[in-house]
Structures are given as structure tokens and as C-alpha cells.
């Protein structure tokens, strides 16, 4: 069974940094990608970060706004996906989910192309 569970979502002030977690079971990175995806409350679905293996290197992809700010890393010893973000600003402010998919890249970094989901965690940066 495929599931994925996140977790390290808070409350913080801008400046300052989170580390959310995704452990992952039922699937293997060397076949799917994991991307991170966040929701503000009244917008849609978008993609901040996804991440693959190909052959012994890691292929990770990010979205402009969080370039340079936020990071995506796996322990494939653990089975789990993380994301530093630092820099942290309100408009990072959502829930935050990790998804699995093919492949990770900007034209796949899209909620359709996801096809098992975690529940979510919040994430909320105070001015």
C-alpha cells in the first residue's frame, strides 16, 4: 500500500526556517518521483519542489519562488523526502502535501500528474 505521511508544519516568523518531513512507503525512488505541493486557503493546488533518482544521482526541480531558499533532499535509508525552507516569508503561509509521480521536472511538477497524496501539513509564517 502506497502511503505518504508529512509532518514538521508550524508556526513561524518570517526569517526564520522549517524543515517538513514526507515519509513515504509502498514505492521505491528509483521508480517514482516526490514532489512538494502547497495550498493557500481560497487558491489552488501549486507545485515548490520535486525530487527522482537517475542512476546514482539525485534529479530535484524547484518552482522560482522558493529558489535558493528552500531545499529538497531524500534518505532513501529512511524512506523520506524533506524540505528546508528558510527565508521564510507569509506568503509561504499553506498546507503543505507531498505527492508521488513518474518524474520529477517543471512539466511534472503538476497536481494531475500526482497520483497518491499525504494529508497535509500547515505551514504559517507571521509578519
Known amino acids: 500500500e502506497v502511503q505518504l505521511v508529512e509532518s514538521g508544519g508550524a508556526l513561524v516568523q518570517a526569517g526564520g526556517s522549517l524543515r517538513l518531513s514526507c515519509a513515504t512507503s509502498?514505492?521505491?525512488?528509483?521508480?517514482?518521483?516526490v514532489g512538494w505541493f502547497r495550498q493557500a486557503p481560497g487558491k489552488e493546488r501549486e507545485g515548490v519542489a520535486c525530487i527522482s533518482r537517475s542512476d546514482s544521482d539525485s534529479i530535484s526541480y524547484y518552482v522560482d519562488s522558493v529558489k535558493g531558499r528552500f531545499t529538497i533532499s531524500s534518505d532513501n535509508a529512511k524512506s523520506t523526502v524533506y524540505l528546508q525552507m528558510n527565508s521564510l516569508k507569509p506568503e509561504d503561509t499553506a498546507v503543505y502535501y507531498c505527492?508521488?509521480?513518474?518524474?520529477?521536472?517543471?512539466?511534472?511538477?503538476?497536481?494531475?500528474?500526482?497520483?497518491?497524496w499525504g494529508q497535509g501539513t500547515q505551514v504559517t509564517v507571521s509578519s
Open positions: 505527492g508521488r509521480s513518474a518524474y520529477c521536472s517543471g512539466h511534472y511538477l503538476r497536481p494531475s500528474l500526482y497520483d497518491f
Open positions: 509502498g514505492f521505491s525512488y528509483d521508480d517514482y518521483a
